[in-house]
């Protein structure tokens, strides 16, 4: 295990290299003007010598190579510069907003691994029944619907038309301050909806992969033996029919983490879904390199625990990867 943590972190600077250098290009390349971002209203008005200027205060004025190693040397540091269009350092915005948002991939995640994890097996337990073939179309159905569509359903019926949950936000409106009550409130749509979004491919990967181990020599042996139903399903198809599900935690990360950002804009969620859409259209260099690295980081790190986990499950893998 050590060894393969050691060889994907090796693997993973490259990698960000090669992807805040991406960043930058692509921001380079972008139509939005950041000087104009910046300076907002007043930008409208100034003269182009004040913008000259603005734009030699903010580097920009920089060759690209030039802005990226700059900021490059400084991050690794521990300097992330500052965000041009929040006026706070670009650490502060992340650690003001990352919690909230690690709260609710994480409560997501957790529920759609369970929950898809049940009703995968209780699925490939009767192929072919009703339940089955609901569960199936239903999964299919979900699979296809994009989170925000899904997060709009959800705010008019249980916030709008029931009011039984509140639309949007961390906490009441007027309350000065964060509760967990509240906070626990407030999450459940954009947790819930989250989770809706996963919770298919892990339904679907889950009912395949039970339904073949059940179909395999070891589970009919155990089954010819006499042993319970559940102890087959439970005790020898589950622990084989999860191992394509191990992978599926590392893949899903990239969608999680889309989907997030999604759902908080819709629930305007206090996470960081509202910095990355404001450092993206007002090409923010420093900002938006370092929540793209974060996300580069959150998903070389799902792989990581994918492999890791499909080790440990299955030790004729081993840790060679």
């Given at each position: ?13 490259p990698v960000l ?27 409208l008005t100034a ?86 073939r609901g569960v ?186």
């Amino acid at each position: 295990m050590a060894r393969m943590t050691a060889r994907r972190a090796l693997f993973a600077v490259p990698v960000l290299l090669a992807v805040t250098f991406g960043v930058f290009a692509v921001a380079a390349a972008s139509p939005f003007d950041p000087v104009k971002a910046y300076a907002g209203n007043a930008g409208l008005t100034a003269s182009q010598e004040t913008l000259d200027q603005l734009r030699a205060n903010l580097g920009v004025d920089q060759p690209l190579v030039t802005r990226w190693w700059e900021w490059l040397s400084h991050a690794v540091t521990g300097d992330l510069g500052d965000s041009a269009v929040l006026r706070q350092p670009v650490a502060q915005v992340i650690g003001e907003r990352l919690g909230w948002s690690v709260l609710l991939a994480a409560v997501a995640f957790g529920v759609a691994i369970v929950l898809g994890t049940v009703l995968g097996v209780l699925a490939a337990r009767r192929q072919g029944g009703w339940f089955d073939r609901g569960v199936s179309s239903l999964a299919y159905t979900l699979e296809a619907a994009p989170p925000f569509w899904l997060g709009l359903l959800a705010m008019w019926l249980f916030a709008l038309k029931l009011g039984v949950l509140p639309a949007g936000g961390l906490t009441d409106t007027g309350s000065a301050t964060v509760t967990f009550e509240q906070v626990a409130r407030h999450l459940v749509l954009p947790a819930a909806v989250l989770a809706i979004s996963q919770i298919p491919w892990f339904v679907l990967y889950v009912r395949q992969g039970v339904a073949d181990a059940l179909e395999e020599d070891p589970v009919r042996g155990a089954r010819a033996r006499g042993l319970a139903a559940r102890t087959v399903l439970l005790g020898h198809a589950l622990r084989s029919g999860l191992l394509p599900v191990l992978t599926l935690i590392g893949s899903r990360v990239p969608e999680l983490i889309t989907g997030a950002l999604l759902v908080e804009t819709v629930f305007s969620w206090p996470g960081i879904a509202a910095a990355t859409v404001q450092a993206a259209t007002s090409v923010d260099f420093p900002l938006l390199a370092a929540l793209t690295v974060l996300a580069t980081i959150a998903v070389l790190l799902g792989n990581l625990l994918s492999d890791l986990l499909y080790g440990l499950a299955d030790p004729r893998v081993g840790f060679d990867g």
